[in-house]
């Protein structure tokens, strides 16, 4: 049996659990029906893409280590609207106009406005626990709170911005930016800090993991190739 760490590139549309159980099938094939033990070293939310790390056999007990590894993402952002997940997957609460958008943000460089309120996030900052996630409360994941419409005080936490920069590429209100973060950072909460920063509404519509620790997406391998 091969014990191994694969870097696969996720795919949109696919949750990190789908992943690893077509692994895990694949393998099995491969190896005679022989249960292969297969599992991920840190969720990728289902809209999102980039790497994820599959623990292959006895690399399942590197699980702990790789997950305190830095991450870096590259997200895009778009102002002027809302939804109960922070991303595209859930329910639009609030959506705005380019017209009110504009009364609020009254500017015309916002290349320098977006710029200076990123740096504002550099370092440790203390991050809201989204509803839609799976850290648990009275042994109940928040996400299963939120699917039944209860409200429970959300736990924050310490989280480090290590790089944050613009990227080009998309039109106002959208933007994108390359982030080095700490294990543990949600980006689709730290797109909607960014929006409160800006006093709007803000949702993250794109989400690729480029990096994690020394795995890289270019050295990722493609699943959909692997059928």
Known sequence: MIDQILTVNKPSGWTSHDVVAFYRKKLSAVHGGQRVKVGHAGTLDPFATGVLLLLIGDATKSFQELLKLEKEYELVVELGWATDTGDLEGKVTKKLSKKEIKKILPITDYRLLITKTL???????????????????????????????????QPKRKVK???????????????????????????????????????????????????????????????????
């Open 119 to 153: 740096k504002s996030f550099l370092g440790e900052y203390t991050q809201t626990v989204p509803m839609y996630s799976a850290v648990k409360i009275k042994g109940k994941k928040l996400y299963q709170y939120a699917r039944k419409g209860k409200k429970v005080d």
């Open 161 to 227: 911005i290590k790089e944050i920069e613009l990227l080009k590429g998309e039109c106002w209100p959208r933007f994108k930016i390359r982030v080095v973060c700490s294990s543990g950072t949600y980006m689709r909460q730290l797109a909607v800090d960014i929006g409160q920063k800006l006093a709007l509404p803000a949702v993250a519509v794109q989400l690729c993991r480029t990096r994690v620790g020394n795995y890289k997406l270019s050295e990722a391998e493609e699943v959909v190739k692997l059928n």
